[in-house]
C-alpha cells in the first residue's frame, strides 16, 4: 500500500470526523474545547487530593462509589465520581483519555451532548454493578459478589461510550468495530468489573445511535453530512 492508498483510506475513516472536528475549533477556538478542559482539571484536581489522607478522605465522601452504597448515594456522586481516577488506572492515562474522548465529542456532538451521553454511559455501568451484584449465579445479569466492594470511579465507561458513538456516527466504523472488539477481548481476557461497566457502556451507546438512527429516519435526516465531492 503506498502513500496515495493510505490517505484515501484515512479520508474515507476518518476524513468526515475530522472536518467536522477541524471547523468548530477553528471557528470557537479554544473556547469550543471548555468542557473538555474544564473535565481534564477536574480529573487533575481529584488525582491530586486524592493522593493525601484528607483529601482522599473527601474524595470518598463524595466521589467515590461502591456496588453497596444505596441507589441515592451513588447517583449523587456519580456526577464527581467520572472525574476520580479509577484504582490502577494512572493519573496521566485518564487525562490523556479524556482529552482524547470528551474532546473529540466535545467538537463533533458539542459540549450538551457530550455530557449527556457521557452520563448516560456511566449511568448504566453504575446501575449494571449494583444490580449484577445481587442476582444469583446463572441470571443473565450476574456479577461476582466481590465486585460488591470495588470501588466504582474513573471516565473510562463514558470515554468508550463517547468513542464508538461518534466513531460510528461519524463514519469511522472499522474504528467503532474496533473499539468494541478491543474492549469485549479485554474483558474476556481480565473479567474485572470495570471491563463489564466498559461492556455496558457499549451497549448503551449502541442503543442510543439506533436511536438516534431512528429519530433521523423520521424527520428524514441524513444519519451524517454527505462528504463534499
Known sequence: MNNADIRRAAESEWGLLHRRAHARLRAGGAAALTLTLVSVCLVLLFAAADGFPGGADLVSRIGVIRATDPWH?????????????????????????????????????????????????????????HVGVSRPPGHLLHLPAEFAEVRDTGPSAAVIGLSLLVAWRFGARWTALAVALLTATITAVDPELAGYEHLAALVTAAALLLADGVARSAYGSPAVAPRPR
Request: proline share 7%.
Open 73 to 129: 448515594v451513588a447517583l449523587l456522586r456519580l456526577p464527581v465520581s467520572i472525574f476520580v481516577p479509577a484504582i490502577g488506572l494512572p493519573w496521566w492515562a485518564a487525562v490523556l483519555l479524556v482529552l482524547l474522548a470528551f474532546g473529540t465529542a466535545e467538537l463533533t456532538l458539542g459540549p450538551w451532548r457530550t455530557l449527556a451521553v457521557g452520563y448516560t454511559c456511566s449511568l448504566v455501568g453504575t446501575w449494571y454493578a
